[in-house]
C-alpha cells in the first residue's frame, strides 16, 4: 500500500481532514498535522512531510489557503519537487513533466471535489520520464 504524507496549516485543515477520508482504506495515510484549525506556522507542518518524502519516499499532500507558503517550504529540500495545482490537468502534468513528489493545494480557493480530483490524478498519474528526465535532473541544487 502507497504512503501517503499529509500535512496542513490552519487554512487548510478542515480540507485534509476530508481527503484523509477520501484517501483512507486506498492508502497508508500518514498525518504531520495540525491537530485542529487553530493558527499555526505552515512551515512547521511542510518540513516534517517533505522530509519524510525524502527519507521515506510515497508522495505527499500539503494544503493552506494559496498553497505557496507550503511550496516555498517544501521545494527547500533537494529531492522534493512540490507543485502547486489547481487543476486536475496540472495535477497531471506536474506528475508526468516534473515527476513531482508532494502537490500543494490551495483550499481558499478551489472546492472540495476540485482538490479531490487533483489529489486522485496526482496520486495515479506517472512520470514520463525520457525527455523530461534530464531537466527533472537540473532542478536540485545540491
Not at 476530508?18 to 511542510?46: E, F, R, T
Amino acid at each position: 500500500m502507497q504512503t501517503i504524507h499529509i500535512g496542513s496549516d490552519h487554512a487548510g485543515f478542515v480540507l485534509k481532514e476530508q481527503l484523509k477520508q477520501v484517501l483512507s482504506g486506498k492508502y497508508k495515510i500518514i498525518d504531520y498535522g495540525p491537530g485542529n484549525a487553530d493558527s499555526v506556522d505552515y512551515p512547521d507542518y511542510a518540513h516534517p512531510v517533505a522530509n519524510a518524502v525524502e527519507k521515506h519516499g510515497g508522495m505527499g499532500i500539503l494544503i493552506c489557503g494559496s498553497a505557496n507558503g507550503v511550496a516555498m517550504a517544501a521545494n527547500k529540500h533537494a529531492a522534493i519537487r512540490a507543485a502547486i495545482c489547481w487543476l486536475p490537468e496540472i495535477a497531471a502534468l506536474a506528475r508526468q513533466h516534473n515527476n513531482a513528489n508532494i502537490v500543494c493545494i490551495p483550499a481558499r480557493f478551489i472546492s472540495d471535489e476540485t482538490a479531490e480530483q487533483i489529489v486522485e490524478v496526482f496520486l495515479n498519474t506517472a512520470f514520463e520520464g525520457g525527455r523530461h528526465q534530464n531537466r527533472v535532473n537540473k532542478i536540485a541544487c545540491i
